[in-house]
T-cell receptor, first 109, second 115 residues
Framework: GQNIDQPTEMTATEGAIVQINCTYQTSGFNGLFWYQQHAGEAPTFLSY??LDGLEEKGRFSSFLSRSKGYSYLLLKELQMKDSASYLC??????????WGAGTKLIIKP | NAGVMQNPRHLVRRRGQEARLRCSPM?????VYWYRQLPEEGLKFMVYLQKENIIDESGMPKERFSAEFPKEGPSILRIQQVVRGDSAAYFCASSPLTSSSYEQYFGPGTRLTVT
């Protein structure tokens, strides 16, 4: 079966750094996505990785290791508005997106 | 460029009624995806459509649920004889025909409540 694992919930402090991990087991791999979803809103695209390594975009970075079936999303200089769920999704060999259940990130002052 | 539009944003139906959810993809996008999300849970894929074609409906319940994406007009997700367990947020996403990353753009969702 296909499986995406993420921690259910994480807590971090404003101004700090947090790393959200995602491990996956899918039938094939055609890229990994990270989305942010605020409560009651639609998911919005954050990052896309298809090759191994780190992709940096402002305060957010995403890392991929295909051999380990592993990715992480790194958020720096945390702000209160970063409180949201972070969804990891993998595109499989049929180009279908398989979604993790999401990690709820709580930012404390 | 308008984003993905969904309507209605909120829909209340009594058990046994029909629910029709509409999705207009972004301009130039010909791929539409429907997802269901229960409270505190992740997105569950339901169906993937292109114009006039259902490409993958492996996530759609076999009964009561149907989807279409006609040549003209929005994509429709139809739920017949709704039950309380159908209460959820239903998100539509679209992607362009050609894209190096095949990123999906999400609509605001329709929140269905079955009473």
């Amino acid at each position: 079966g296909q499986n995406i694992d993420q921690p259910t919930e994480m807590t971090a402090t404003e101004g700090a750094i947090v790393q959200i991990n995602c491990t996956y087991q899918t039938s094939g791999f055609n890229g990994l996505f990270w989305y942010q979803q605020h409560a009651g809103e639609a998911p919005t695209f954050l990052s896309y990785n298809v090759l191994d390594g780190l992709e940096e975009k402002g305060r957010f970075s995403s890392f991929l290791s295909r051999s380990k079936g592993y990715s992480y999303l790194l958020l720096k200089e945390l702000q209160m508005k970063d409180s949201a769920s972070y969804l990891c999704a993998v595109r499989d060999s049929n180009y279908q997106l398989i979604w993790g259940a999401g990690t709820k990130l709580i930012i404390k002052p | 460029n308008a984003g993905v539009m969904q309507n209605p944003r909120h829909l209340v139906r009594r058990r046994g009624q029909e629910a029709r959810l509409r999705c207009s993809p972004m301009k130039g996008h010909s791929h539409v995806y429907w997802y269901r999300q229960l409270p505190e849970e992740g997105l569950k894929f339901m169906v993937y459509l292109q114009k006039e074609n259902i490409i993958d409906e492996s996530g759609m319940p076999k009964e009561r649920f149907s989807a279409e994406f006609p040549k003209e007009g929005p994509s429709i997700l139809r739920i017949q004889q709704v039950v309380r367990g159908d209460s959820a947020a239903y998100f539509c996403a679209s992607s362009p025909l050609t894209s190096s990353s095949y990123e999906q753009y999400f609509g605001p969702g329709t929140r269905l409540t079955v009473t």
